[in-house]
Structures are given as C-alpha cells and as structure tokens.
C-alpha cells in the first residue's frame, strides 16, 4: 500500500531515499581492494506533519544522529530528497541549507558541540540568528528573550556553560534551538545524562513550547520511557532505514516487526526487564541478504534469506517492512 495514505497529511518535513555514506579503512586497505565507504542511510525515508512529535528509535550506530544531520545539511547526502515546505534539495547551492537551518532547530546529542565551552551562554543561544543575519536590536537583551522562553532567568546570559548544571544547559541548548524560530526541532537525545526529575522537567518544557508554539519535534532517543510519554508518532530504524512506523500507542501495544518486538520486550513494556537482543549487528560493510534483520530475527524463514521485504501496511497509520507482518499484527505475543 502507499505510504501516503498512511502518514501525516499535511507533511511539514519530507526524507526522501536519502543516502548518506561515510569513508571507511585505511589507504592501505582500499588499496587491498577493501571497502571505501560504507552506507549508512542507504534510501531512508521520513515524514513529519506539524506539531507532531515522531520519535526516532533504534540501537547505537543505527544511524539516528546522521539522520538528523544529514537533515539540516550538517553531513553531506550523496542522494534523495528533503523537502520543508518545498523541495530544499532541488534549490541553488547554499540557500538549500541556509532555507532547512532557518526552518529547522538542532539540539545536538554531544552536550560538548550544543554549547560553545568558550562562549558565554547568551552569545551562544544568539550565535544563530548573527550567522543567518537575523538579529535585531540588543544581542543580550534577544538572549534574555530566548533564556526567559526556557525558564532560565537573565544572570544565565553571563555564564559560561561549565558554571550552571546539566539541566541548565540542556535548556540553554533548546533556546538556542528555538532562535529562528523553527517550524522543527530536531532534539538527538535530549535527555541523556540528565537525573530522572530533571529529565521529567525538559520534558515538560519541551511539551510547554509544542503548545505554544505549534512547532513539531523530531526525539532521537534510546529511552524507550520517554519516547513513549512524549511522542505522537514512533519510527523504528535498523541498519539506517525505518522498518516500522506507527502512532506511540498502538506500537507499544502491538509492534509488529520483530526488531521492534526485541526493542520493546516481550510485554512491549520498556519499563519492565527486556530480553536482550541476541547477536552481533551486521556490518554497515556487509549488509545482510534479502531482509537485513534475518540474521538476528528468531522469525526468520528461507524467503527472508532470499528477498527483502517490501513495506507494507499491515493495519491504518502502521507502516512495517517485513514479509510477516499481517501475520505478526494478528498474533499475541
Ligand atoms: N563522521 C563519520 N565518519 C565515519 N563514520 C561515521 C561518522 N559518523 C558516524 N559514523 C558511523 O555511522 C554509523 C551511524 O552513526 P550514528 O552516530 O548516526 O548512529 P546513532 O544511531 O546516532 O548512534 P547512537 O545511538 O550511539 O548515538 C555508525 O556506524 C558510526 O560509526
Ligand atoms: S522479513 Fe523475515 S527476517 Fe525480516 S523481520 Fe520479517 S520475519 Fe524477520
Ligand atoms: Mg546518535
């Protein structure tokens, strides 16, 4: 079935078969005839209608951060398409990024990279509307502007980032996010590291902002708690592509693929004791044959080694690349 009848309509942010591939090995062994690159997004593809809050979940090294990058043109894409409002990768050179950074907030997953160690916090938040030429007025009085959006009083324009906690800066990081007053904000683990009641509270500060200001959010996390507290809508990513797609609640209760299964527990209860997932995952180098999971699904039959599977959409708003799907959505777990 077409994935257009089954995710958000309208669309604000559109990934098309988006490929990413990194260089990999040492001179001597390209020169051995071993791989030069790896992909990493090997034709992924993502929607996000507005105010919407898509979860993006998968194991490390899955691909999720170069996603988000490759996004907002931060790593270079060697095919597909991305379109925000309109198809960014289709305009002249620079104004393709500069239209996707205006459009789109990053919070960065390495806290070191969000915030400048050097810069005071308040020239930091504003770094982006100075690169864009979108200052007006008082830089430290749009600092205090930004800060107060984000609970953060006026003496945290003066501070470096070493002199206030985890959380602060976390907030600081989303203020920054917010500057050009994005249509998205792509948020790469934004609660990693951080105490559980400090956690709870980003988490109420980023659900404040979606209602006020109507924006959406892309959640990159590995915890499974709070991407089901927050989220609208979850994706699924193994080896770089979206295998299962659907609304938070009805993945949690019935996943169907059998990688989100393993993710999930048994129970689909993150919150109890998962089983582990067994096996190595495969080399970027050495993608699999036909599905790519078969070589650590307990489901796996002769027609999985052979062919990769199509997506499909087992039930409405459930989008899930598996040959077993209809049959895994009927069956208790
Ligand atoms: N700059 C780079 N050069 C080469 N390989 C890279 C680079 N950045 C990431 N990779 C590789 O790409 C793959 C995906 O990395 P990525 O950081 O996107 O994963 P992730 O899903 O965000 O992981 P995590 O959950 O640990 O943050 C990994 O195998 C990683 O080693
Ligand atoms: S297609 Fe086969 S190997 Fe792949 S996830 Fe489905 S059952 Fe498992
Ligand atoms: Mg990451």
């Not at 020239?123 to 749009?142: F, M, N, Q, W, Y």
């Not at 050009?180 to 009641?197: Q, R, Y």
């Not at 899930?320 to 009927?330: D, K, P, Q």
Request: aromatic residues 4%; contains cysteine; proline residues 8%.
């Amino acid at each position: 079935m077409s994935s257009e009848a089954t995710l958000p309509q309208p669309v604000l942010l559109e990934i098309n078969d988006l490929q990413v591939r990194y260089p990999v090995g040492s001179l001597l062994s390209r020169l051995a005839g071993g791989p030069r690159e790896v992909s990493v997004l090997p034709g992924t593809s993502l929607r996000i209608g507005p105010g919407e809050t898509l979860g993006l979940i998968g194991e490390s090294g899955s691909g999720k951060t170069t996603l988000g990058r490759a996004a907002i043109g931060l790593t270079p894409i060697s095919a597909g398409n991305i379109r925000i409002g309109q198809d960014v990768t289709s305009m002249a050179g620079a104004r393709i990024w500069d239209r996707m950074r205006r459009g789109v907030g990053l919070m960065f997953q390495d806290p070191v990279a969000a915030l400048n160690p050097r810069m005071k916090i308040g020239r930091s938040v504003t770094e982006p509307l100075v690169i864009h030429g979108a200052l007006t007025g008082d830089r430290r009085a749009k600092a205090v502007e930004l800060l107060a959006q984000v609970g953060l009083t006026e003496g945290f324009a003066d501070r470096y980032p070493h002199e206030v906690s985890g959380g602060q800066a976390r907030r600081a990081t989303v203020a920054r996010a917010l500057a050009l007053k994005p249509a998205l904000v792509i948020a790469d683990e934004p609660t990693a590291g951080l105490d559980l009641s400090v956690q709870g509270e980003l988490l109420n500060l980023l659900n404040d902002l979606q209602a006020r200001l109507g924006i959406s959010f892309l959640m990159i996390t590995h915890n499974l708690a709070v991407a089901r507290h927050v989220t609208d809508r979850i994706a699924i990513m193994y080896l770089g592509r979206i295998v299962e797609t659907g609304p938070t609640a009805e993945l949690f209760a019935r996943p169907a693929h059998p990688y989100t299964r393993a993710l999930l527990g048994a129970r689909g209860r993150p919150d109890r004791a998962q089983p582990p997932l067994e096996g190595e995952v495969p080399s970027l180098a050495r993608r699999p044959r036909g599905c790519e999971f078969n070589t650590r699904c307990p489901l796996a039959t002769d027609r999985c080694r052979a062919a990769a599977p199509e997506q499909r959409s087992p039930a409405r708003g459930r989008l899930v690349t598996c040959h077993r799907a209809e049959e895994l959505m009927a069956a208790p777990q």
